[in-house]
């Protein structure tokens, strides 16, 4: 089986869902942020205070690297990981990328919590709506790239899983 990659914006639900969906295919399930705190020995709020975006999205590029190359996994980018065209395009051409997307009410809500979003955590909580609106229209055609896009807003992680299952069902991806 190709690839399963899941992008989208922080908040739309990839791990949630790259858990229950690498579950039901019987697939290996890759978080690609917790696989880079994982081999740096430090979490990624850390990451950006002490060493830099630069750092984080080197790493990054490195594991992007690696996983294009394997088969038969479940990958949860990073919010930001589709701003390098280079990773777009090693992540597309062994897996199929599937977008989650939500509004910007979805997404504060489920990033109200401090300390776990360095893109966002920089901006006051009167700012916050602001700066996801900013980051969701900066990357909006990044987004575009993927092969399918879902909108989990109203969704739960079972509803978004059974979505995407149907929709590599109806491309002959996945037999029934």
């Known amino acids: 089986m190709k690839n399963i990659v899941l992008i989208g914006f922080m908040g739309t639900g990839k791990t949630s869902t790259g858990r229950m969906l690498a579950a039901r295919l ?7 942020d917790q696989r880079i705190e994982e081999e740096t020995g430090m979490s990624i709020p850390a990451m950006f205070e002490k060493k830099g975006e630069s750092f984080f999205r080197s790493r990054e590029k490195q594991l992007v690297r690696r996983l294009s190359a394997r088969r ?9 990981t589709v701003k390098d065209p280079e990773n777009v395009a090693m992540l597309h051409r062994d897996g199929v990328i599937i977008c989650l997307s939500a509004s910007t009410d979805a997404v504060l809500e489920r990033t ?3 300390g776990q979003r360095p893109v966002l955590d920089r901006a006051d909580q009167g700012d916050r709506r602001e700066a996801i609106e900013k980051l969701m229209n900066e990357r909006e055609a990044l987004y575009k790239q993927a092969d399918f896009t879902v909108d989990t807003s109203e969704l739960s992680p079972l509803q978004v899983v059974e979505t995407i299952l149907r929709y590599l069902k109806s491309r002959g991806m996945l037999h029934a």
């Not at 019987?26 to 690609?32: K, L, S, V």
């Not at 038969?72 to 930001?80: E, F, H, P, R």
């Open 72 to 80: 038969n996994a479940v990958i949860s980018t990073g919010g930001g």
């Open 26 to 32: 019987g697939a290996a399930f890759i978080d690609m």
């Open 112 to 114: 109200v919590r401090r």
